[in-house]
């Protein structure tokens, strides 16, 4: 059974930084691309960045600079190193294997002025 775990969130004040890690279970992540995602109440979850399974990494509009994914294939993990931390960061964040409809938990980030 194939298990995500997200972890790393909390309260931080504007400009600070935050690390999510997502440890998957029951399966190899070393062929998958990986993605986060996150989500707000009462709106759809918006993808955040992805890592393909070579390395390639992309960011959204809205965190380009700021965040950044990595992955670490021999603890079959994934983050996110979040840095400029800002108030419309707030959301619960994701992790994601590409092509397969599973979820974690999720990890609440929240950011304050």
């Known amino acids: 059974q194939v298990q995500l775990v997200e972890s790393g969130g909390g309260l931080v004040q504007a400009g600070g930084s935050l690390r999510l890690s997502c440890a998957v279970s029951g399966i190899r992540i070393r062929g998958h691309d990986m993605r986060w995602y996150r989500q707000t109440p009462g709106n759809q979850r918006e993808w955040v960045a992805i890592?393909?399974?070579?390395?390639?990494?992309n960011t959204a509009d809205s965190v380009k600079g700021r965040f950044d994914i990595s992955r670490d294939n021999t603890e079959n993990t994934v983050y996110l190193q979040m840095n400029s931390l800002k108030t419309e960061d707030t959301a619960v964040y994701y992790c994601?294997?590409?092509?397969?409809?599973?979820w974690g938990q999720g990890t609440q980030v929240t950011v304050s002025s």
């Open positions: 994601n294997i590409r092509g397969r409809d599973q």
């Open positions: 890592i393909t399974s070579g390395g390639w990494t």
